[in-house]
T-cell receptor, first 111, second 113 residues
Framework: GIQVEQSPPDLILQEGANSTLRCNFS?????LQWFHQNPWGQLINLFY???GTKQNGRLSATTVATERYSLLYISSSQTTDSGVYFC?????????????FGTGTQLKVEL | GAGVSQSPSNKVTEKGKDVELRCDPI?????LYWYRQSLGQGLEFLIY????????KSGLPSDRFSAERTGGSVSTLTIQRTQQEDSAVYLC???????????FGQGTRLTVV
């Protein structure tokens, strides 16, 4: 099935800093989503972005489908941005019935 | 409803008992997924429904696990003869159809003692 790799696995930022999280995937996709899992375990939808670029406030994301990667940008980070960021995809072929998750990036934003 | 709803929020059960977990998807969503997340781990796929049928059950870890969906809406995940290793958060998600944006419920935290 499709493989999803995220980097970095862990990230510590000072409040106000910017960061880039990366998601690589091994096959063509027809769904790519970024989620934020908050400290209470809730998965919050950030972006549905199988291709192209989107922005929402301090967050933006870009997916280059032909090169099989997606980037999540966090600008002017705040302590409330702490948590785990997951990338998840549905592959076009083989195993294309489920969202396959990466292992996540654990982000901690400090004052 | 406005979002995916799961019940109960928390469940503590004795080893060997059966449990049922419920998921109410967003109205009109045909695709429904079950995942589980053990403490500090990633999300493990269990089963996918399209309508009432389950074309992908590949993630169910043993024959103690089963799931059904009725009326193209509510789904229940049943775990028979629970074991301590079944302790985890069980998450349900739904989407308009396969490939569309998926939305997750708040999860059911299952503890087997």
């Amino acid at each position: 099935g499709i493989q999803v790799e995220q980097s970095p696995p862990d990230l510590i930022l000072q409040e106000g800093a910017n960061s880039t999280l990366r998601c690589n995937f091994s096959d063509s996709v027809n769904n790519l989503q970024w989620f934020h899992q908050n400290p209470w375990g809730q998965l919050i939808n950030l972006f549905y972005i199988p291709s192209g670029t989107k922005q929402n406030g301090r967050l933006s994301a870009t997916t280059v489908a032909t090169e099989r990667y997606s980037l999540l940008y966090i600008s002017s980070s705040q302590t409330t941005d702490s948590g785990v960021y997951f990338c998840a995809v549905i592959g076009l072929t083989g195993g294309g019935n489920k969202l396959t998750f990466g292992t996540g990036t654990q982000l901690k934003v400090e004052l | 409803g406005a979002g995916v709803s799961q019940s109960p929020s928390n469940k503590v059960t004795e080893k060997g008992k059966d449990v049922e977990l419920r998921c109410d998807p967003i109205s009109g969503h045909t695709a429904l997924y079950w995942y589980r997340q053990s403490l500090g781990q990633g999300l493990e796929f269990l089963i996918y429904f399209q309508g009432n049928s389950a074309p992908d059950k590949s993630g169910l870890p043993s024959d103690r696990f089963s799931a059904e969906r009725t009326g193209g809406s509510v789904s229940t995940l049943t775990i028979q003869r629970t074991q301590q290793e079944d302790s985890a958060v069980y998450l349900c998600a739904s989407s308009l159809d396969r490939g569309s944006e998926a939305f997750f419920g708040q999860g059911t935290r299952l503890t087997v003692v």
